[in-house]
Each structure stands twice: as C-alpha cells, then as structure tokens.
C-alpha cells in the first residue's frame, strides 16, 4: 500500500493523452498505475482509420511509460489491459487495489478503434459497431464498477473521463474525408453519461467526475493513421497532448474544478483560462 502519496489509475497510456496524463500526474505528486495492450516498445499496432490496409506500427509501450514515471521519482504499476476484453479490464482493477489498496483518481482514456470503426455507413459491419460500443461503454462501465466501491469505502476519490466532440456534433464530412465513422461517436456518445450518473449518485459520498473533452489533439496514433490535413482544413485547431494532461491535473488537484462536475469540459479553454501552459 501506498503511505504517503495518492494513487492514479490512467488507461490507455503507452502512447499520447494517457502517456502525457500519467506523467503529468506523477509530477505532481501521485503514484501512478497505467494500462495499455502494448508491453514492449516496438510491438504496438494500430488498425488504420478506414479501408483495409495492415496494421500501423507506432511507437509506445507500457516499458516506456514505466521508465518515465520513475525517472519523476513516482511508482509506476503497469498493467496490460484491452477494453476489448472484459475479462482484463476487470483483472486489471483488481491488480492496481491489490498491489497499492486504493485508486484515488481514476483517468479513463483508453478508447478501442478496431478495424472498420471509421467506414462509411453503408460498409458499416454492425458486428464491428456492437464490438465497438461493448468496448468504450459497456466495458468501461465494468471498470468504474471495479473501482468505485473502492473509493466510497476511502472516503472519495475523483473521476476524469475523455470524452469526445464526435459524441455531440456531426461530422464536418464522411470518414477519410475529414469525418468519424458512426460506430465510434456513438459509443462516445453513451461513454459521455457516465460521468453525470456518477455525480448523482455518490457525489454526497466525496466522489467526483468529469467530462473532459481533450479537443482535437494530434496524437501519435492519430498522426500514424494519416487523414488529419482535411480536418484541419475544416478548421480544427489541434491542441497539444500536454494540454488535456494539464487539465486533468488541474481537475484532480484544484478545488474551483467542483462547479464544472455537471458540463463537458473544452480542454483549450480551461487550459488558457488557467494558464496552466507556459
């Protein structure tokens, strides 16, 4: 168990947002476990954002995560879990609560594209849209089910959860051509009411959650995939990958953040109200 720092559970942080937020977290004081599907550099994959071309190699692993936090003098517990699998994304609660005792804050940011997400309507496989949903609401309801009845019995603990603008707004055009394909806003869409189910709830009991919309962020993956020039010529102005990871700080640490618990947080705006970039 940890004495004398909280501990942060990140999913999703061999590569961009939740790589920044781990160790944007361990910076400012937290112990920090992390998950991802990738252990070792070099073996990360990516299907690509539409079509059916191969795997995409990109870089990041849970080793390289790890070597980093440590480097910040934080604990680092990596923890391979897929949102696609259930089975792991249960066994990788119960290893951080076992290894460390508790979850002080929770960042879920781990997300599933799977091959086919991004096609166009009439090429969409349901099978791959029901996999998608199972994965980035149903199995991320499981993991807040694993973690929550911790941080009601330790008196509290904060929940921040990356949402996305594709949940609320339609696509400025079809995938590949600046758009996003159904199967993935929709599973958003239904990720984004999690958040306030959990504040009616328990937010009596001390526990907190947010919605966090990162903004158009240029991730490794997102680069790899390509296809990134038409949304910025559709006027999406990318936000850095060290903007969404200072705010989460910011939400988990500041107590102004509790009067923003009932909307969608727009990183760029809380990141310049705040000045938290220098």
Known sequence: MTETKPVALVTG???GIGR?????????????AFTARTAEEGAG???PRHGTSGAIPVPGSLARTRAEIEALGARALPVRMDLLDRASVRAAARTVLDTWGRVDVLVNNAVAHIAGTHERFLDLDVEVAERTVTANYLNQIVLLQAVLPA????GGGTIVNLCSGSATSDPPGPP????WGVAYSASKAAFGRLAGAVN??????GVRAFNLDPGFVVTEAGAARGGLDALKGKGFEPTPEEAPAAAVVWLVTDPAADKLRARVIWTPKLVADHALLR
């Open 13 to 15: 942080a061999s590569r």
């Open 20 to 32: 920044r937020t781990a160790l944007a977290l361990a910076a400012a004081g937290h112990d920090v």
């Open 45 to 47: 994959r990516i299907p």
């Open 151 to 154: 941080m009601l019995d330790q």
């Open 176 to 179: 590949g051509e600046g758009g």
């Open 200 to 205: 009616a709830e328990y937010r009596e009991r």
